[in-house]
């Protein structure tokens, strides 16, 4: 077992006890708490669970696939290439795209979604208008060129990788335009309609969301990546780990999330169960009222950085889950000094079982989430590329996180504790292991 675990993921075999519960092949059962979520609309959502979610509903121009998840790689997009000025990327879209509605997936499309961000100017909508987008210039800037081709072009100073890191976030997502304006309100873009239902070409389409109580996913044959092996995703609200651990025990559910760390202690000597580590981080942020006067001034928000003790906090209560990482990137990017393969955004524990595959079966990719995507890195770039123009990421110090595409940063003057994430299996002669990837929903075995 590495040494830093954000999560656990257990997997618990086929051949248990005939009194257990079981659940169907072809149907993953996640345990997880999930009452951070309030939308599904991805220019609304910027909570965990939600981005998880949005982003299996969901594709984007551009994404980290599992092939290699520390290479950004055109997605919806099938090729990108940016102008001498480094100021305007031209995609084209892969053809014969559709979205879950049977609808195709157009440039308009992408247009679409892009300027109903800027205008509903929602919580992630930061991510977008920092290219310098705004309601009077977006329809300007963000245009299509013909039914496969959009030119997007940012007006700041940024460096085209950092844009196209930005345009994988699920906040970047792209919209069935006509099935979002079927359910437009008083205009706004079928945000209400969004909020409960999915009008995406990702992996899964939204079934049913009841709030703290479920969320389910049936897979979409038509999607662009491998057909995924898991043909439905069911969430299941239960809040406490303990009752998470009881029913993975008792094989009622396939994935516990949210596993503690004396959890994972606790079942690392059976010997059904294989412990896995991956490491992931996280921001966490201090909010400090600066209408109160002493908490105005830099130096005592400087001075509660060092009053407490994250070396502490990772030696005991999160021993084995948190350890303290002191860098401006996250370990893992491309300039870290010990580079580790890392996600920007933490997996809670996990735990799922293994399942058998059909010996005919292709592997398809792990359910995608905002958390597996890695750091902002140098994008992969096309041979009609020019040079990368370098540019630093934003800088730290401000008491809330400046880009998403940045998430994984410590945008806090603190000593950010850096999670990780870990997976147990629980192991059954000839049967293949299950694998939940950082940050993914487990839905799809990985070779």
């Not at 892969?94 to 247009?111: E, H, I, M, Y």
């Not at 990482?325 to 996250?330: N, S």
Request: proline content about 9%; glycine content about 6%; hydrophobic content about 35%.
């Amino acid at each position: 077992m590495k040494k830093l675990l954000a999560g656990a993921i257990l997997a618990v075999g086929l051949a248990w006890s005939p009194a257990w519960a079981s659940t169907p092949k072809d149907t993953l059962v996640v345990a997880k708490n999930i009452d951070d979520m309030i939308t599904l609309d991805p220019a609304e959502t910027y909570e965990l669970s939600g981005g998880e979610i949005v982003s299996n509903l969901y594709d984007r121009l551009v994404g980290y696939e599992q092939e290699d998840i520390k290479k950004l790689v055109p997605t919806l997009a099938e090729s990108y290439t940016v102008s001498d000025d480094g100021k305007t990327i031209t995609f084209k879209l892969r053809p014969g795209l559709k979205f879950q509605s049977g609808n195709p997936v157009t440039a308009d499309d992408v247009v679409f979604s892009m300027q109903r961000v800027i205008a509903l100017n929602l919580t992630p909508a930061f991510i977008l208008t920092q290219f310098g987008w705004t309601p009077a210039n977006v329809t300007q800037l963000v245009k299509a060129i013909d039914p496969t081709t959009v030119s997007i072009t940012v007006t700041e100073d940024l460096a085209p990788t950092f844009v196209l890191n930005c345009l994988s976030a699920g906040v970047a997502s792209i919209v069935d335009k006509k099935l979002a304006m079927q359910h437009d309100k008083n205009g706004d873009f079928g945000h209400d309609w969004l909020k409960t239902h999915s009008a995406g070409s990702g992996p899964y389409s939204l079934k049913a969301w009841k709030a703290n109580e479920s969320v389910a996913m049936d897979a979409f044959p038509g999607a662009r990546h491998a057909a995924v092996q898991m043909k439905r995703v069911i969430i299941r609200h239960v809040p406490e780990a303990s009752a998470q651990r009881l029913q993975l025990e008792k094989g009622d559910i396939d994935v516990a999330r949210n596993l503690t760390p004396d959890m994972l202690k606790g079942v690392a000597g059976n010997k059904d169960i294989a412990v896995e580590a991956d490491p992931k981080s996280v921001i966490y942020y201090m909010g400090l009222s600066q209408k109160i006067e002493p908490l105005a001034k830099p130096k005592v928000r400087e001075a509660i950085r060092w009053l407490i003790d994250y070396q502490g906090m990772a030696d005991t209560f999160l021993k084995g889950s948190y350890k303290v990482h002191q860098a401006f990137w996250p370990s893992g990017s491309s300039t870290s000094p010990r580079p580790r393969r890392c996600s920007p955004k933490p997996a809670t524990p996990t735990a799922s079982r293994c399942r058998s595959t059909p010996a005919t079966a292709h592997p398809s990719p792990t359910l995608r989430s905002r958390s597996s995507r890695p750091s902002p890195r140098p994008a992969s770039r096309r041979a009609s590329s020019p040079p990368n123009r370098s540019r630093s990421s934003p800088s730290t110090g401000r008491a809330t996180p400046r880009s998403s595409c940045s998430t994984g940063t410590p945008t806090i003057s603190t000593r950010t504790p850096t999670p990780t994430s870990s997976a147990a299996t629980r192991t059954t002669p000839t049967l293949p292991r299950r694998r939940a990837w950082p940050g993914a929903i487990p839905g799809t075995s990985r070779s």
